[in-house]
């Protein structure tokens, strides 16, 4: 199995694609009679594409990541409790799990005085509940997109929009693949994203998410990572029970994002019309079955992204 190539690890691997019932001859593509690297590398491109698709329709980057995102406030998007002086600070990614700090300065000030603050003071106003009692958000789509910040930092007294802060924190579900092959009875693994597997506390409970391996398929829980974010390695609660290739799939996205991904994998290959058939109807005219079938799983597709999308 070849090691999946680009940055990041699409939401449906060429290998989950092709144990599909897609009805497609993956075989035929990019052409007839192209050789096995053309063909790995298309489906590659395809799962890539298939990827964006799912984050396009759910208006939201689904996978794990690690975003610095800067507002101004009080206004719209950032609120103070005129009782508590508690600030609400409405972020753009979802569903957020953790946050790692920020740091804030007088809005008229350039270039900006930042002042940090510590990651205790912030706290996410609607946790996920995570899947098995994990920090990894279940499939039903819960949790939110705002943070609580303490008093004193965000106020009125700069004015509208007085005041610039920059928030660091983790959002989605972790998704990532194996680098290299991991052995029978392996306590750690090496992959290529450990963004939101760990636990956010020390003492607390990782992401448990699902090694997508065919007949050798099994579920892990992270219980520590050797980067907060990009290549590194996994150790796991317990060791894995089967051998594994890299390339491997390694996820808690819900099944029905990586379904969403593989029905616009199916549509994508679609396109080429290489299946497409032409069937005439008893008043002569004609209907294109395969561009329904195309526009049919995009629809679909779109649908089960739903309960995912992001609302500003």
Known sequence: MPVIAGPTTPYVTPQVLLSAPTG????????????????????FNICQRATSMVDTACN?????????????????????????GVARIELSRFPVTQVLGGQWSP?????????PIAANLFMVERP???????????ASGDGGQAVMLAPGYITWFNGRNG??????????WPHTSLTQASTSGASAIQVDDCT???????GGQGATGIMYDGNN??????IGASAQSGPGVLALQSPTTYAHAPGVMVSTLPGQV???????SAAEALVRGATATTINTIGGGSEPSVAADHYSMQTLARELCLPYRRVI
């Open 24 to 43: 497609i001859s993956w075989s035929t593509i990019p052409q007839y009679k192209a050789t096995v690297a053309q063909q790995q590398a298309e489906q």
């Open 60 to 84: 939201n980057v689904l996978r794990a990541t690690i975003d610095t995102e800067q507002l101004y406030g009080p206004d719209f998007r950032i609120t103070v409790n005129g009782y508590s």
């Open 107 to 115: 809005a008229m000030t350039f270039p900006p005085s930042w002042q």
């Open 128 to 138: 996920p509940i995570g899947i098995y009692g994990t920090s990894a958000p279940s």
């Open 163 to 172: 005041n610039v802060i920059q928030v660091t924190y983790v959002n989605g």
């Open 196 to 202: 939101g597997w760990a636990p956010a506390a020390i």
């Open 217 to 222: 398929q099994e579920t892990i829980t992270c």
């Open 258 to 264: 990586i379904q969403a991904a593989i029905l616009f």
